[in-house]
Structures are given as C-alpha cells and as structure tokens.
C-alpha cells in the first residue's frame, strides 16, 4: 500500500488542480465557481445561447465546442430552477 496519507494525496492534487487553473487562466470565484460577467449572464437568461457561447469562450479560452457544452449545461440548470 502507498505510504501517502488521504491528506497528503489531497493537497498535492489541490497544487496539481490550481497550478492547471493558473496555466489555463481559469478564474474562479470563492466558492468554485467561474467568475464570468454580468453581461454573459444577462445573456443566458434572455436565451441568446450564441451570443452566452461567444462571451463564454472569449472569457475562458474554452473551445467551441467546449463552451457550446457548458453553455447548454448551465441553461439546462437554469430552466430547471425557474420550474
């Protein structure tokens, strides 16, 4: 078995984690989430899902079909919310 404690596992892949976000230039609020602006927001709420996409990907670096994805999955919350 390895000699690495759960403790000592989870810190080097907390480092491994934030040195990835810093690469990636990766945001992220306090509480884990992606800081992305009011104006991407406003966007998906008014259903502009192209407009979110291209707002999204400018502000993470995310692909296409990445933020496609994301954006798809965050309206998918968001309509399930307003249920």
Same mark, same amino acid.
């Given at each position: 078995?390895?000699?690495?404690?759960?403790?000592?596992? #989870?810190?080097?892949?907390?480092?491994?984690? =934030?040195?990835?976000?810093?690469?990636?230039?990766?945001?992220?609020?306090?509480?884990? $989430?992606?800081?992305?602006?009011?104006?991407?927001?406003?966007?998906?709420?008014? $259903?502009?899902?192209?407009? =979110?996409? &291209?707002?999204?990907?400018?502000?993470? $670096?995310?692909?296409? #079909?990445? &933020?496609?994805? =994301? #954006?798809? &999955?965050?309206?998918?919350?968001?309509? =399930?919310?307003?249920?």
């Amino acid at each position: 078995m390895d000699s690495e404690s759960l403790e000592d596992r #989870v810190k080097r892949l907390e480092r491994q984690v =934030a040195s990835l976000q810093q690469y990636l230039g990766i945001r992220l609020d306090d509480s884990g $989430g992606l800081r992305l602006s009011p104006e991407f927001h406003q966007a998906l709420r008014d $259903g502009k899902l192209v407009k =979110a996409i &291209a707002i999204y990907r400018k502000e993470t $670096g995310a692909s296409l #079909v990445n &933020a496609k994805k =994301a #954006v798809e &999955a965050m309206q998918r919350r968001q309509d =399930a919310t307003e249920r």
